[in-house]
């Protein structure tokens, strides 16, 4: 059964940098497009990026274009996600999800398709 497993949050001053884990064991999720997802207090889960099965189509939010940056290492079944320039606005539980329809070619921003879902990994953002 595919399983997601976040790990890497954490709280960071203003500025700062982390890094996001998200590990899958049965490796299906090599097969699927894969995403990061956001939420904070009181607000809808957000988009963030995803990637595709072959790593050449990725895109970002806005709010996080340019500091923010999705990989995937599918030897180790492992999508990441390295977060620079911190903002306390990116402040959230951050979740890591999979996309089992179509060729997984081609992704969606839209959180109906991600069938798969990790637990989430808290980052806090102090200013």
């Known amino acids: 059964q595919l399983q997601l497993v976040e790990s890497g949050g954490g709280s960071v001053q203003a500025g700062g940098s982390l890094r996001l884990s998200c590990a899958d064991s049965?490796?299906?999720?090599?097969?699927?497009?894969m995403a990061w997802f956001r939420q904070a207090p009181g607000k809808d889960r957000e988009w963030v990026a995803y990637?595709?099965?072959?790593?050449?189509?990725?895109e970002y939010a806005r709010s996080v274009e340019g500091r923010f940056s999705i990989s995937r290492d599918n030897a180790k079944s492992t999508v990441y996600l390295q977060m620079n320039s911190l903002k306390p606005e990116d402040t959230a539980m951050y979740y890591c999800?999979?996309?089992?329809?179509?060729?997984?070619?081609?992704?969606?921003?839209?959180?109906?398709?991600?069938?798969?879902w990790g637990q989430g990994t808290q980052v806090t953002v102090s200013s």
């Open positions: 049965s490796y299906r999720s090599n097969n699927y497009c």
């Open positions: 999800a999979a996309d089992p329809s179509g060729s997984g070619a081609v992704c969606t921003d839209s959180v109906r398709y991600y069938e798969f």
């Open positions: 990637i595709n099965i072959y790593g050449s189509r990725i």
